[in-house]
């Protein structure tokens, strides 16, 4: 069977208060699937991390069961992908048994191994970020990410021999200077190993909301450390050790998209877990910047995050996703605000795109009685942009979404440009028919065009200009194939509609509603 690209995003916090950020790692996650299905098979996998302490206790706070407040949360964040028009293949959730039953294989195998031990830990614990920490790397004596207060845990633990897979991670890391980027985040990581590697504690006694440490080492009880749990989603969600087909049309993936704050877990942890079960490393773990307001993430103070179903409400959630792209290069931090959105918004989409679609149709319409024209004469247009999907596809996949929108731009200046130098309505005058036939001809097929290499980026307003260009089905499909310039059939009805990109003027903010 042949392979499919196969994308990835955190499995994000449960009981966290869905924000932009999140949006932003799943949309990101979104557009990459949707590139790749244009030239192949493409799987793409999110989800929420459920177990641990932070849960239990917040399930604890509300009267209720940890499981009875993950179901309950769970909604919230199908609905916030939805509000987003983010089409996922799978949602895994590490309750489920799916998932459970493989953690504990994977358990019980490493323990064969020797890779997974019995020892004592004792050491710092922040609950908050369910990250341990040696004493030496705490600030005024709390945790370093999260400045919240840690707490002493001494206790028997089963180990993961982390340490043993130091020298082949750096070795890794030499051999494949691409498999972590950005480049900041991968020399991050290189340092850390260079400092040297601890065994990890996978398991946890002073509560017990997880997955249970497998009957075969019993004698010890507890459950095992949520990040140990979660990190296997990856490969519990398609079929490790169940289907080994499927498994392996899939594994290694092709891109797992993090923030940068949990590079850690997957550029060093994650590999060795998998070395230790003979499975590969990921291709490439992308570990993207921050959204910031004021300098701060958003998610890190309470009151800093916009709720994004207000935004994507206000803008349109096509346009959300076109500006989290095209806003700051992949990999950098970037400082999110209304008036930001508004600009990209009023002179990227409403003046360039949409204004595009709108005269180009209504002209069609008082020249042409809305019918596509036949063209006769050899289009510049053709020439000029033939590579473009190509090109489009190849940035997106390189995760340069930034370019890749640049890059599509250049076709809509161009169609623009066309309209300003030939003028139609001179053409049209002076009754040169032939020439405004092949020019309506050429502004259609190039809005065809941009549809459809726009659909990854904003599916549902391109389905509004496929559907204002009369074409029905085949928004999505293969680029090589659909983007010939002159696919478009002459006689084809189009009808002008609703204006693309209505013009946002921004009168309150929604920061802090
Ligand atoms: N549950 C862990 C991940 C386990 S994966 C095996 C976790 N969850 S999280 O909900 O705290 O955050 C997950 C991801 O959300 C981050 O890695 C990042 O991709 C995204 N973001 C959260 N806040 C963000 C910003 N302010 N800006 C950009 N992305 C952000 O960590």
Redesign the pocket.
């Known amino acids: 069977m042949s392979r499919a690209f196969y994308v990835t995003?955190?499995?994000?916090?449960i009981s966290?208060n869905p924000?932009i950020?999140?949006a932003?790692?799943t949309v990101v996650a979104d557009v990459l699937a949707r590139t790749a299905r244009t030239d192949g098979p493409a799987f793409f996998l999110t989800g929420t991390?459920e177990h641990g302490q932070k849960v239990a206790n917040a399930a604890a706070e509300h009267g209720t069961t940890p499981q009875a407040w993950c179901d309950a949360l769970v909604p919230r964040w199908q609905s916030l992908f939805a509000a987003y028009h983010v089409a996922y293949d799978d949602f895994i959730r590490p309750t489920q048994p799916r998932h459970e039953s493989k953690v504990q294989r994977v358990f019980e195998k490493l323990r064969e191994r020797g890779d997974v031990y019995l020892g004592t830990y004792e050491g710092w614990y922040c609950v908050y970020d369910e990250t341990f920490w040696l004493e030496a790397k705490l600030v005024e004596g709390r945790c370093p990410t999260c400045g919240r207060d840690v707490q002493w845990i001494s206790e028997e633990d089963w180990f993961f021999r982390l340490s043993a897979y130091r020298d082949r991670l750096l070795e890794h890391f030499k051999a494949n200077p691409q498999w972590v980027r950005p480049r900041s985040v991968y020399n991050e990581m290189v340092a850390i190993l260079e400092e040297g590697l601890d065994d990890l504690s996978i398991s946890r006694t002073n509560f017990d909301w997880g997955i249970p440490i497998p009957a075969a080492a019993a004698g010890h009880g507890g459950v095992i450390y949520v990040?140990f749990d979660?990190?296997l989603?990856?490969i519990t969600a398609i079929g490790w050790s169940e289907d080994d087909a499927r498994f392996h049309r899939l594994w290694p993936a092709s891109v797992q998209?993090?923030?940068k704050?949990?590079a850690r877990?997957h550029t060093i942890i994650w590999p060795a877990i998998l070395w230790a079960l003979g499975e590969a490393a990921p291709e490439l773990v992308f570990a993207?910047?921050?959204?910031?307001v004021d300098g701060q993430?958003?998610?890190k103070s309470l009151g800093n995050a916009v709720d994004p179903f207000a935004l994507a409400e206000r803008f349109g959630a096509d346009s959300l996703r076109y500006f989290l792209l095209r806003e700051a290069p992949f990999g950098s931090d970037f400082s999110y605000s209304e008036e930001k959105i508004a600009q990209r918004y009023n002179s990227d989409l409403g003046n360039d795109l949409g204004n595009l679609l709108k005269r180009t149709l209504s002209m069609l319409q008082k020249y042409r009685d809305g019918i596509v024209p036949s063209r006769s004469v050899e289009s510049a247009l053709a020439r000029r942009f033939s590579a473009l999907p190509q090109r489009v596809r190849t940035l997106t996949l390189d995760l340069d979404f930034r370019g890749a929108l640049e890059s599509a731009w250049e076709l809509v200046t161009g169609l623009n440009r066309e309209i300003d130098e030939r003028k139609p309505w001179i053409l049209a005058k002076e009754g040169r028919a032939e020439e405004l036939d092949a020019l309506l001809y050429d502004l259609c097929e190039g809005l065809r065009w941009l549809a459809m290499l726009l659909h990854p980026v904003m599916p549902e307003r391109t389905a509004q200009m496929w559907n204002q260009l009369g074409l029905e089905g085949g928004i999505a499909a293969d680029w090589d194939r659909s983007l010939r310039w002159g696919g478009l059939e002459p006689g084809t009805q189009t009808h002008v509609g609703d204006v693309l990109f209505p013009r946002i003027e921004l009168a309150e903010s929604l920061q802090g509603a």
């Not at 993207?288 to 910031?292: L, P, Q, S």
Request: proline share 3%; net charge negative; charged share 10%.
């Open positions: 995003t955190p499995i994000y916090y966290g924000h950020g999140h932003y790692t991390d990040w979660a990190l989603n990856y998209l993090i923030g704050e949990i877990f993207h910047g921050w959204i910031t993430k958003i998610g």
